[in-house]
């Protein structure tokens, strides 16, 4: 031990208790969970404003992805050109968000399960409701922080005028907490934005006259309506999501047209494991799946 410096003496205990919500918020702040201001985890966020730094606004030209991944992994997400990629392409799939944030062009995987093209292959821009998360920009609405070098300055949240957690939900797995919230209508969550800004203690009862449900960008049938209230009360439910079918005649033969699928059900799989029963006689009266 150096002369001058002292030992002090700590609980273990309070000092693990501190570590650990240091720790756990740094992971929820750093990477792990959304901000409810904006609805967008900082990979999110860095994307977004580097395209807008850009100028790829939704009436100007596509650009190469990888350029956009170059800028936001250069100055402000030097974590890697695969997260920062994929954080892109999921913003563009509108089978994964209720509202895209990203114009993408090219092959952005599909709701089978197929991946993307390779970033040299395809190209983005801003979609037209992202711009309103950014417009505000250079007003000074927001706080800025420096990026990881300090070279440059990138905003802490976006000044968004859409309730982005809301109608795009979120998930995300953190330290010692976790949440997965499904996406809603937008004009719903405008709606109740307004009546909770004229009644502040209007009751969740209330809301949920006007936002009855989530609104899911495959569709489907949410099956029993017990998880919703739970979830909107409590912040914990269970909802069960059907597929939408129809059927239609064909000659001497009927048809079940499956038009909408439940969210975040790939496509192919339900497929095949539908075949999978069929074989296994565990449905019958069905000859082909397709």
Same mark, same amino acid.
């Given at each position: 031990?150096?002369?001058?410096?002292k030992?002090?003496? #700590?609980n273990?205990e309070?000092? +693990?208790k501190t570590?650990?919500?240091?720790?756990?918020?740094?992971?929820?702040?750093? $990477?792990?969970?959304p !901000?409810?201001r904006?609805?967008?985890?900082p990979?999110?966020?860095r994307?977004?404003?580097?395209m807008?730094?850009?100028?790829?606004l939704?009436n100007r /030209?596509?650009?190469k992805?990888?350029?956009?991944v170059?800028? &936001?992994l250069g100055?402000?997400?030097?974590?890697g050109d695969?997260?920062?990629?994929y954080?892109m392409?999921?913003?563009?799939?509108h089978? /994964?968000?209720?509202y895209?944030?990203?114009?993408?062009?090219g092959?952005y995987?599909?709701?089978?399960?197929?991946?993307?093209?390779?970033m $040299?292959?395809?190209?983005? $821009?801003l979609?037209?409701?992202?711009e309103i998360?950014?417009s505000?920009l250079?007003?000074n609405?927001?706080?800025y922080?420096p990026?990881?070098d300090e070279s440059?300055?990138e905003p802490?949240?976006?000044?968004t005028?859409?309730p982005?957690?809301l109608?795009?939900?979120?998930s995300? #797995?953190a330290?010692?907490?976790?949440?997965? +919230?499904?996406p809603?209508?937008l004009t719903d969550t405008i709606?109740?934005t307004m009546?909770?800004i004229d009644n502040n203690?209007?009751?969740?009862? @209330?809301l949920i006259?006007?936002?009855?449900?989530?609104?899911f960008?495959?569709?489907?049938?949410?099956y029993?309506?017990?998880?919703v209230? !739970?979830s909107y009360h409590?912040g914990?439910?269970? #909802?069960?999501?059907?597929?939408?079918?129809?059927?239609?005649n =064909?000659?001497?033969r =009927?048809k079940?047209?499956?038009?909408e699928?439940p969210?975040? &059900?790939?496509?192919?799989e339900?497929?095949?494991k539908t075949?999978?029963l069929v074989?296994?006689?565990?449905? @019958?009266g069905?000859s082909n799946?397709?």
């Open positions: 031990m150096a002369e001058g410096e030992i002090i003496r #700590i273990i309070e000092q +693990m570590a650990y919500i240091d720790y756990s918020m740094s992971v929820i702040v750093s $990477r792990a969970l !901000d409810v904006d609805g967008l985890k990979v999110h966020r994307v977004l404003f580097g807008s730094e850009l100028g790829l939704s /030209s596509y650009k992805s990888a350029r956009i170059g800028e &936001v100055k402000y997400h030097p974590h695969s997260s920062v990629y954080t392409v999921r913003m563009a799939q089978w /994964s968000l209720r895209p944030l990203v114009d993408g062009q092959n995987g599909s709701v089978d399960g197929d991946s993307p093209a390779a $040299r292959y395809t190209e983005a $821009r979609a037209k409701i992202a998360t950014l505000d250079d007003k609405t927001v706080d922080q990026n990881f440059l300055n802490t949240v976006l000044p005028r859409i982005n957690l109608i795009n939900g979120a995300g #797995i330290v010692g907490m976790a949440t997965n +919230m499904p809603h209508n709606e109740a009546a909770y203690e209007i009751t969740i009862d @209330e006259d006007i936002i009855k449900a989530p609104d960008p495959t569709g489907g049938i949410i029993g309506y017990q998880g209230i !739970d409590t914990r439910g269970r #909802i069960v999501v059907r597929g939408k079918a129809h059927i239609e =064909e000659g001497n =009927e079940i047209i499956v038009t699928i969210y975040m &059900v790939n496509r192919a339900m497929i095949q075949a999978d074989n296994d006689k565990k449905i @019958e069905i799946v397709n």
